[in-house]
């Protein structure tokens, strides 16, 4: 059983900054990518960036410029630096992990608000 705990969230005012952790652990095999995923009241969960494990990185044009996603020195885990944080940015963020076989797992998020 793969779990992964976020942390760091919480509430900061328009043009502050976050950084959110993702720690994985269990039984994983080969990782294909981690990424974050958002969800705001009554939207759709939305893919916010996501790193592969050969380095690549890809980000929503809301965030580009703003947020940057990194491989922790610590084996599987993963960090969003948000920076330049506007208030449409307030959502849950959901830690993800897609293994090169198998389904995908979620953390169980972690809130961020972000005031004006």
């Known amino acids: 059983q793969v779990q992964l705990v976020e942390s760091g969230g919480g509430l900061v005012q328009a043009g502050g900054s976050l950084r959110l952790s993702c720690a994985a652990s269990?039984?994983?095999?080969?990782?294909?990518?981690m990424g974050w995923y958002r969800q705001a009241p009554g939207k759709e969960r939305e893919l916010v960036a996501v790193?592969?494990?050969?380095?690549?990185?890809d980000y929503a044009d809301s965030v580009e410029g703003r947020f940057t996603i990194s491989r922790g020195n610590a084996k599987n885990t993963v960090y969003l630096q948000m920076n330049s944080l506007k208030p449409e940015d307030t959502a849950v963020y959901y830690c993800?992990?897609?293994?090169?076989?198998?389904?995908?797992?979620w953390g169980q998020g972690t809130q961020v608000t972000v005031s004006s």
């Open positions: 269990g039984s994983i095999f080969r990782i294909n990518a």
């Open positions: 790193l592969t494990s050969g380095g690549s990185t």
């Open positions: 993800n992990l897609r293994p090169v076989v198998g389904k995908m797992y």
